[in-house]
Nanobody, 125 residues
Framework: QVQLVESGGGSVQAGGSLRLSCAAS????????MAWFRQAPGKAREGVAV????????VYADSVKGRFTVSQDNAKDTAYLQMNSLKPEDTGMYYC??????????????????WGQGTQVTVSS
């Protein structure tokens, strides 16, 4: 059974940091692309970052470039999202996703088929 489990969310003040983790079931191996998305209340789900460590692939949304770092530890079947210099607009539910093939639009949520349940991030000003 394919499973993605996010953790590490919480409440921080603006300027703070959080590190999210996404633990994947063993069927999700190093060939898979891992992604992070977020969704604020009343807004569409938006792509944050995509990674595949085996070939050094990583892409970021413009809104998080220079502040967030995505990584993947294949030995632990886990992906991470290090979030620094957090802003109130980073608030939302953060979801992990996985795909065997890179979607044509990597930061578009509709192209990803495997999802976790999400972890809440709240940034106060």
């Amino acid at each position: 059974q394919v499973q993605l489990v996010e953790s590490g969310g919480g409440s921080v003040q603006a300027g703070g940091s959080l590190r999210l983790s996404c633990a994947a079931s063993s069927v999700i191996d190093s060939r898979f692309y891992m992604a992070w998305f977020r969704q604020a209340p009343g807004k569409a789900r938006e792509g944050v970052a995509v990674v595949r460590a085996r070939d050094g692939f990583a892409v970021y949304a413009d809104s998080v470039k220079g502040r967030f770092t995505v990584s993947q530890d294949n030995a632990k079947d886990t992906a991470y999202l290090q979030m620094n210099s957090l802003k109130p607009e980073d608030t939302g539910m953060y979801y992990c996703a996985a795909a065997r093939w890179l979607p044509s639009q990597p930061l578009d949520a509709y192209e990803w088929g495997l999802w976790g349940q999400g972890t809440q991030v709240t940034v106060s000003s």
